[in-house]
Each structure stands twice: as C-alpha cells, then as structure tokens.
C-alpha cells in the first residue's frame, strides 16, 4: 500500500441503557369483553327474494378489507364467472339471451361457496324472509363493513391506552375493576394475560396465565416486572406469581388472606420469596382493586420518582376507605399497622389520604427485606448484562477489561448521582481469575453495591432545658 490506512478502533466505555421497570403484568378474567365482529355486506331487498347477506371469514377488521362486485357483463348470453384477486372477488353475472341479468342469489350463493377463492372469503345466506329465488342486481366493488377485532383475545395483550381500554373490558371479570384501579393512579403499559372464567379449574387457569407472562418479551417485546392477579391470588396463584415475578427478575404483589390480623400474619408464612409484597386489610373497593391499585401505583412511582423508592407512603388515588379499620399511631409501635409491618404484611393508613404502608417483602434473607433493595438489584443484574452485550466475543485482552469495569463504575456513578444508589464499585480480582480461565475466555469481574434504604424508623430526641432564659433579659430590653 502506498498511502494512508485508517484502522478503526471501537476501544473504550459503552453508555449501560436504563432497564424500563414500570410494565405491569396483569392476570385477569374478562368474560363480557368486546368480542369479535364480522364484516358484513348487505344486497337486494328482502321483498324482492334476493336480498343477501355476505359475512367475512377473515377475523375481525381484516375483513374490512374485502371487497366484492356483481359485474352486469352487458352481453348476450353469458355465464356466471367468478375471480379473486388478494381479497378483491369480482363476480361476472349470467345473462339471458336477450342480455338481463337471469343470476338469482341463490346460485350466487352456491357459486361463491364452489369457489375456493371467494370461499375462503365470505358466507352467504339469504337475509331475512328473502327466500333467494329473484335475480340479483349489479353492484360496483363495495367492502365489507363493521369488522371488529375481539378486544382482549385470550392471551397476551399490550394495553397502551389503559383509560381507553375500560370500555372494552365488559361489565363482570376481574379485568374491568383492575384497569379502573390502575387508571387511577397513573397510565401505565400494561401486558394482560386473559384467562376464561372457569370456578372449577380457575386456581389452574390462573397459574397457567402467569406462566404466559414469561413468553411476553418474545411476543409482544416488553418485559413485565409488576405483576399481580387481582382479585384471583388464592396461595396457588400467589406462590406462582412469586416464582414468576423471580423468572422475570420483577416484584409480586397479592393480598394476604385472613380475617384478622393474626390470620394476615400467619398467612404470610406460607412464603419466602423475596419478588413477594402482600397487602392486608385492603380498600374498601374491594381486594382486587387493592392489588390493581398497588401495581398502578408502583408503576407511577417507577416513572416518577424511580425504582428505588418503595410503595409505602404515596397518596393512592380512587379508594374511599379501609375494608377493615386498622390503628395507626406515627409515634408509637404498639398498634396493628405496625404488628403487620413488624409481621412483613404491608398495610393500609388513612393520613392526608389513603396510602399503603410498609416496605417489606416476604424474604427469608434479611438483606432483602426492603422491597427497594429486590428491585435495585434485580435493575442492576439487567442494566449490567445488557450493557455489556457488547463484550462478549471480543478478544480478552487486559484492554478489555478495563472498559469493562469502566463501564460498569460509569453506570454506577449516574445512578449514584441520581440518588438511586448509595454507592457502589466494580473491580477485578486476580485471585478469581486464573491463567487457565482466562485462556479458556472466562472472565469474572466483582461489584458491590449498597441501595437506598426507606427510612422506616425514625427517632427524635426530645429534651426539656432551661438554657433559652439565659438572655432572657437582654429580650426585653430589646
């Protein structure tokens, strides 16, 4: 080469991108939502015997889409003919000899059901009284109309606009009452996982929908990580909501079952998951809306304030009470709202509002009682391998390394700067990285971090002194 040659160089640290936190996963039943609608086609008048109704075989609004014209082929003695061309069926009417249309809408019908075509397009069926024997007239291409997709098919569903999807939820099932609790506090994204209605089986349906929850990246390419079934959490759906929300690397949140206090707290010792938050007494609204209002809530606070701040102490909006009547005294421990703390059972207050209180989850490890703590670090294994993609397969080199450890400390300070994290650091360490491992490109690189801790207890020292009088005098001189 006689000349200049530029190598590009891709060394250095890499922006770790924000992991979106505030996606509900929700587990609901909707039994009178919006169903699917047919697009339809209406010719002829039913006195004449050739009115007609054409209905779409194509689901829901895909089938706005068809179109189908009654062609006069202004010719003597012609057959009836039929095309299909993508949705478009044109149909070519017989004629008499001396050239009137002699086509009745019952050989039409017969005609488009012969045609694979048209077949797989539309039904037809005599509409009415219309007993199909007279000749039908022509008609220009005209669609079909009216279509409608089911609102919420069973399954995964991405709900964007929660407000604009009440109206389509139908009056009975669970779906209804949690998208009105969410809606309340905030308008979040939300993936519904609809289940039918079954008393029988429902504990099996419900599970069977948390499960869908997993495959909802893959599907619909968003990663619920609030998530809750309200209004459907018996202990089976509540331990497999935990073990879900753990998958997901996402929090739960269901009622804790019981009649008293004593019965919420010995229901929560049926579990041990960290993912897990449970509520008790619940709003008066109901123990569905009490779980949907949480999700909604823990959502807002995500976009707010951010992953770091705990559910307790927010003002909760569209509740009008306690289910059931909870003491509450700010300066003392000896009430039920701190027994159900105490017990890891979040409450409910009424103090400038109604607001849920507590911050505990239902870990058997201590160093994630706090429901912060599960969350910052299950943000921070996301963030963290994500934002390293980019390293994987690139020659280890001492180079490599040292961008990623600096990337890593370059997240840890926005975060830090951002009052999400106390502090924290990542490092290499020798002894955890030996010369076979390395040549076998395995790489272990260590990080700490300490999170942000409510404070659930705060002590003021109070004493009473009589040094004030001290200038006592000089005070009314002045």
Known sequence: MHGIKVNELTTGTRAIKSVATPIIGLVATAPTADAEIKAKLLTGVVASNN???????????????ISLALVDPAANSQALAITVTGTAISVSLATSAGGAITTTAAQLATAIAANAGANALIGVANTGASTGAA??????????????????????????????????????????TALEAISDQTGAIVVLSRIAVDAENQDDLTVAGIQALLGAQSELG??????????LDSQEVTAE??????????????????????????YRQNFGARELMLFWPGWKEGAA?????????????DNEIGWHKTLSNIAVDGVTGLAVPIFFDITSD???????????????????????????????????????????????QDEIAAGLMWAIDKPLTAVLVK?????????????????????????????????????????????DFTPCAPLESLTLNQRITDRYYADFATLLAA
């Open 241 to 266: 909501l935990a073990l879900t929300a753990r998958k997901l690397r996402g929090m739960a949140y269901a009622m804790a079952i019981g009649e008293d206090v004593s019965e919420a707290l010995d």
């Open 51 to 65: 009115a007609q109704t054409f209905t779409a075989k194509l689901t829901g609004k895909a089938g706005n889409a």
């Open 289 to 301: 809306h009490t779980v949907a209002s949480a999700l909604g809530l823990r959502a807002r606070i």
């Open 403 to 447: 961008d990623i450890i600096e990337t890593i400390n370059a997240n840890f300070r926005r975060l830090i700067g951002q009052g999400r994290l106390i502090g924290a650091t990542a490092w290499y360490d020798p002894a955890l990285n030996s010369e076979s491992d390395l040549a076998a490109g395995k790489l272990t690189i260590d990080y």
């Open 334 to 380: 000896s009430h039920d709202a701190a027994l159900l703390n105490a017990g890891d059972v979040t409450t409910m207050i009424r103090h400038e509002g109604f607001r849920f209180w507590g911050n505990r989850t239902c870990s058997d490890e201590p160093l994630f009682a706090f429901e912060s703590t599960v969350r910052t670090a299950q943000v921070l």
């Open 135 to 176: 000749a039908v007239t022509a008609l220009p291409a005209t669609l079909l109309s009216g279509g409608r997709d089911e609102a919420f098919p069973l399954g995964l569903n991405l709900i964007t606009d929660v407000r604009g999807a009440i109206g389509k939820a139908g009056a009975t099932g669970t779906l209804k």
């Open 222 to 231: 968003v990663r619920p990580r609030i998530l809750g079934a309200p209004g």
